[in-house]
């Protein structure tokens, strides 16, 4: 590459259109990436040359713009040195000149195909050229058949071809100039120029146009470079000052309309010469306007490709997959800003229509590139404000803020945040609308909201509920058990009590989400309506009880009596009046509980159900017409059916029903008062007493003859007095007669064990004149026997079994069967156990202690 720009720099010559015709694209692509001419831009001339074959065009160009063409060797004769075009760069000459060294005119190795190839490259030259060379011999101005003439007529007939060609200067070099002044030939070849335009055939548009607006014509001579080499080469740097500048104004260069940028010039001469080698109509600006679009176009590809592989936009479209990118649009924007104007750098001197358009497609294309990752940012921006949203309204709340002024204070926060993100990511070369995802975010936001304020509002109503439920249930249902005749009335004061200390509360807490008056109105009376199906339902509850409510009622009042004690039936109650009122009570609460009563109207449903089933006799309301009993309906006149908890056909039901279930309560009371009764009776019927005394009259006699019987009979009398105090008949009889025989059965001989031993214990001889005992030394006492006796057993009993063995005895306490014994002992016994006795102290506490713990 190097040895390439080197070899350009030096003026090395490539061929650029060969002999054949055939252009040389890749050879002069190398040409023009190593000459540099491609960056040029529209500063760059191009100059080509034109002659008769052998007229030293070549070494013209050589000695005037430093480049090697290949020149003709005079010692080997005339021949055809240079075939098709050749292009060059000149050396020194500012600004960039590119020169074309055309195939020389009526050569003899192309024959009669001269013509078509002379014109071809004639047209090509005046198509691409702002300078045109014309070579040309001093001694054939002024004559008719100079070798001249067919190349300016050659070069006037393709000009017609040329859609509205630029104006291109015509340099005439005079070779070999004779001693004539420039001054005199100068007018002369002028004149044979006009002459030339004049025989042209030209359009009817241009009919009689001058010369001079397609051409400027200048002329320059020289002298021999043979004979005169000094001066030819003196003049040929003279004229080389003319070639500096020459696009300034003024400059040497024509008319520069339809210049091409240099990056376009060799597609633009490839497009022309084959154009030129169809045979068509060269259009200039249509051409112009093709090259500028197929340029354009490339350039903008080229920047596409480009942008695809920044880095830096590789980097930040990866970066905002994963989460919002602080100052996306402001690095995006220069991303492509730098690409654009990389764009518009290059392609700045082409068709200006042709450039803004692939400008535009450019940033089209750039658009549809970038923007997936702009939606990203646009979506990570729209969940970072709707999560901001739901922290700061959490937050709000949480602090005790209303409902509906944290929703606008955190929408109005979060928007203004979303919107400062979408300015900080929009970039300046798209004019994208924001407006659809920022309705986004305010639809998400509301149903947030929305959402959250109807798991509030159900929240508030859940709790008021909650509230309502535990106010009402318990204390209802406790009126339920004590029904009577102020039940509902109760009810009533409750529920107005708690529904207006809990509903205003509630209603007060709506004001913070700023309903409008009828949807909080609705919601009170929905939970009011809660409320009273909150009692409804506790009294279809207990209403379904009703019949064991009823058994419980009649067992209180029958069981109990007005202090709610126990009823103790001795005999002396009225069953029938006590059963009365218990089954009024049970009626009652049977009353309470048939329908529900919201209204404060009272209802003879009461006094129905009392003289229908408590006065008056089933078996006569049965036999009685139908129409008759009021009970013989399904719907209660003072009560709604939907109010209604029983019919009245079903407490007939329930009635019978509990009738049957609380008899044998009755019949059980009456037994108990008879079995009380018949216990109590110590005296024997007077027509027993009679009886006895009649039949028993000579045992009586015979009694009353004999004493002894008469003490027999008052002993066994003790004996069984004792026994029954021992064994407490009465006591075990009162679970029932079989099973008290079977209790005293098996205690019986046990109790008589016990007193024949206590007895004998007793009777045994006493000395209270015995020598005092010989004090011996203490023995641990022994720990006393175990109680093996019934909780029953008499003290004395106990005593006996924990007195110590050396103790002396002591008398007994009395208790029921000591004092009978005594009743039995002899006189002497009585006596001895009256004298005082010689007791130690200290023992006699002893005993009292032992005594005061069992």
Excluded at 186 to 208: C, G, M, T, Y
Excluded at 214 to 234: D, G, I, M
Aim: hydrophobic share 40%.
């Amino acid at each position: 590459m190097a040895e390439e720009s080197d070899a350009a720099d030096a003026g090395v010559a490539v061929q650029l259109i060969d002999g054949e015709g055939e252009f040389a694209g890749e050879g002069a692509e190398r040409f023009m990436a190593a000459a540099g001419v491609a960056g040029c831009g529209l500063s760059y001339a191009v100059v080509s040359i034109m002659g008769p074959q052998s007229s030293g065009k070549s070494t013209l160009l050589n000695q005037l713009f430093g480049t090697n063409f290949r020149e003709m060797d005079a010692f080997r004769g005339r021949s055809q040195t240079t075939k098709g075009i050749w292009i060059a760069r000149c050396v020194g000459v500012e600004p960039c000149t590119v020169v074309l060294d055309l195939e020389g005119t009526d050569g003899r190795e192309r024959g009669e195909d001269d013509t078509a190839f002379e014109k071809q490259s004639a047209l090509f030259a005046l198509a691409i050229s702002d300078i045109v060379l014309i070579n040309m011999w001093c001694h054939d101005i002024g004559r008719e058949q100079a070798a001249n003439k067919p190349l300016l007529k050659t070069v006037f007939q393709v000009m017609m071809c040329l859609f509205s060609p630029r104006k291109t200067t015509l340099l005439f070099v005079i070779r070999d100039k004779t001693r004539t002044p420039l001054e005199h030939l100068e007018p002369v070849l002028r004149e044979d120029i006009q002459k030339i335009w004049n025989s042209v055939a030209k359009p009817e548009a241009h009919k009689d146009t001058p010369i001079s607006e397609f051409f400027n014509v200048q002329v320059t001579a020289l002298s021999s470079f043979e004979e005169k080499e000094e001066q030819f080469r003196e003049q040929v740097q003279q004229l080389r000052q003319r070639f500096s500048n020459s696009i300034a104004p003024g400059g040497l260069a024509g008319d520069r309309r339809g210049v091409v940028p240099a990056s376009g010039f060799l597609f633009s001469s490839q497009q022309i010469w084959k154009v030129i080698r169809e045979n068509k109509d060269l259009d200039l600006p249509a051409h112009k306007v093709m090259v500028a679009t197929v340029r354009c176009d490339e350039i903008a590809n080229e920047k596409f490709g480009c942008i695809t592989s920044d880095t830096e936009w590789l980097d930040l479209e990866s970066a905002v997959q994963s989460g919002p990118v602080p100052g996306f649009g402001k690095k995006l924007g220069n991303i492509v800003d730098v690409h654009l104007q990389e764009y518009d750098k290059e392609a700045v001197y082409f068709d200006e229509a042709v450039r803004k358009g692939k400008r535009q497609h450019l940033e089209s294309r750039t658009m549809n590139l970038v923007q997936p990752a702009f939606q990203k940012m646009l979506a990570h921006l729209r969940m970072k404000a709707l999560e901001k949203f739901k922290a700061g309204l959490n937050s709000s709340l949480e602090s005790g803020k209303g409902f509906a002024a944290a929703v606008r204070d955190n929408t109005e926060c979060s928007i203004k945040e979303f919107e400062q993100g979408c300015a900080d990511a929009v970039i300046k070369q798209a004019n994208w609308d924001c407006s659809k995802i920022l309705e986004k975010v305010r639809r998400d936001i509301e149903d947030h909201a929305l959402s959250i304020r109807e798991s509030k509002l159900s929240e508030l109503t859940t709790h008021a509920k909650e509230k309502l439920r535990k106010a009402l249930a318990e204390p209802v249902e406790s009126l339920f058990d004590a029904a009577d005749q102020t039940t509902w009335a109760s009810i009533r004061n409750i529920y107005r009590r708690e529904t207006e200390s809990i509903l205003p509360e509630f209603l007060k807490t709506l004001c913070g989400f700023e309903m409008e008056y009828a949807p909080a109105e609705e919601m009170v009376s929905k939970l009011r309506d809660y409320a009273r199906s909150v009692v409804e339902s506790k009294a279809k509850d207990e209403a379904s009880k009703v019949l064991i409510h009823m058994k419980e009622r009649f067992t209180t009042v029958f069981s109990h009596d007005k202090d709610s004690i126990p009823r103790v039936w001795t005999g002396k109650e009225d069953v029938r009046a006590i059963a009365k009122d218990a089954r009024s009570a049970a009626l009652k609460l049977l009353s309470v509980m048939v329908g529900i009563r919201w209204d404060d109207e009272p209802d003879g449903i009461e006094s129905i159900l009392t003289s229908t089933l408590l006065e008056g006799s089933v078996v006569s309301k049965i036999a009685s017409a139908a129409s008759a009993d009021p009970l013989a309906s399904t719907t209660w006149e003072e009560i709604p059916p939907k109010q209604t908890m029983i019919t009245p056909s079903q407490c007939k039901s329930l009635w019978k029903q509990f009738k049957a279930e609380t008899e044998f309560t009755i019949t059980q009371a009456v037994s108990t008062q008879q079995a009380h009764r018949r216990g109590n009776s110590k005296l024997p019927p007077p027509w027993a007493i009679v009886a006895i005394a009649i039949l028993g009259f000579n045992e009586i006699m015979a009694l009353l003859r004999n004493p002894i019987y008469l003490f027999l009979l008052f002993v066994g009398y003790l004996i069984f007095k004792a026994l029954a105090v021992q064994l407490d008949v009465s006591r075990e009889f009162q679970n029932g007669v079989v099973p008290g025989i079977f209790s005293v059965s098996a205690k019986l001989l046990p109790t008589i064990q016990n007193l024949v031993n206590k007895v004998a214990a007793e009777q045994q001889p006493e000395h209270h004149h015995h020598p005092p005992p010989a004090i011996e030394p203490p023995q641990p006492q022994m720990q006393p026997p175990p109680l093996l006796l019934s909780p029953r057993s008499p003290m004395s009993e106990l005593r006996r079994l924990h007195m110590p063995p050396s103790s002396p005895r002591k008398v007994a306490s009395p208790s029921p069967s000591s004092s009978s014994s005594s009743a039995v002992s002899s006189p002497r016994h009585v006596a001895e156990d009256q004298k005082p006795r010689p007791v130690v102290a200290g023992h006699e506490n002893e005993s009292n202690i032992a005594d005061s713990i069992v």
